[in-house]
């Protein structure tokens, strides 16, 4: 099912009368690990999903479900406390509903990230890698159905969904911080499963650093509809078929808890240069 204009203005709407005059510019999707950043915004409102029209609740484990609002390194920002994935049972369209919401509330940035399986030998768990480009093979495109024009135009062009300037931001950053920054391609696959051994040795020789089950939509929405887009993953486990163990969620949420600040840190130097 596709949302109309009128259904995105609603919603657009309800938020701008709860925000008194707020306005914000970079809209934040944090994965696993970093939706602790919500809680350093100054002058926070918090918004629940559920409050929203046309929103739905996210369902995913360790993800709240509500918008905070405020000021972070000086920024406007809104993040979302709890993104949706397909997986959950949203369409693709529902998964990044929110990102066009933002867009009509003034938001022409988005920092996205995300934990992810690592595929590229080369490296190991624990690694942040800046996503350069995406593979998306699964899956109709969030942007299937009647086009709205106010967003964006029919057929985008996806040669750089991840906004160039943005990158070399992170890469300054990361240099200045001293954090070590990989940079490749993460491939999106639907979940809930984890991939299989077969399905990592195609990735990797379709050109896939990392695989994930978040980002892509929510990046293709956003590059439509005019907004600057900066994607992190943190690579929180080798992936699928690579070590001699199966892949488990506490792996993930481990991992991603004893990056955060790391991680964090990385997020809120690259906010300042946006
Ligand atoms: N695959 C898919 N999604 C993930 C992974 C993985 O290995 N790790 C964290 N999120």
């Known amino acids: 099912m596709s949302f ?28 696993s690990g970093l939706g602790f950043l919500a809680d350093e915004l100054k002058d ?9 029209p046309h929103f739905k609740p996210s369902t995913a484990p360790g993800h709240k479900g509500q918008f ?17 994935h397909f997986y959950e049972g949203y369409s693709l369209e529902e998964v990044t509903y929110a990102v066009r919401v933002l867009r009509l509330l003034g938001a022409d940035k988005l920092i996205v990230t995300n934990a992810a399986g690592c595929v590229n030998l080369e490296w190991s768990a624990g690694t942040l890698m800046l996503i350069r480009d ?14 709205l024009p106010e967003f964006g135009p029919r057929f985008p062009d996806a040669s750089a969904i991840y906004t160039p300037e943005y990158q070399h931001i992170a890469r300054i950053a990361a240099a200045d911080l001293g954090i070590s920054l990989k940079e490749g391609v993460y491939m999106f696959f639907p979940g809930p499963q984890y991939e299989t051994p077969a399905e990592i040795r195609a990735a990797r020789v379709l050109g896939a650093d990392a695989v994930g089950m978040s980002t892509v939509p929510e990046a293709i929405v956003a590059r439509h509809c005019g907004m600057k887009v900066l994607g992190i993953s943190l690579l929180t486990n080798m992936a699928a078929g690579i070590l001699s163990q199966p892949l488990s969620e506490e792996e993930v ?10 991680f964090s840190l990385l997020v809120r130097k690259c906010l300042t240069e946006l």
Request: aromatic share 6%; glycine share 8%.
């Open 44 to 52: 926070a409102v918090t918004v629940s999903y559920v409050d929203i």
């Open 134 to 147: 995406h593979i998306k093979l699964c899956l109709a495109s969030p942007l299937r159905g009647e086009n």
């Open 68 to 84: 905070v609002f405020g000021r972070l390194e000086g920024k406007a920002v809104a993040v979302m406390q709890g993104r949706m």
């Open 253 to 262: 949420l481990e991992a991603a808890a004893k990056a955060g600040r790391q």
């Open 4 to 31: 109309s204009m009128s259904q995105y203005r609603e919603s657009a709407d309800y938020l701008r009368s709860r925000l008194c005059g707020f306005q914000p510019e970079v809209l934040m999707i944090l994965g």
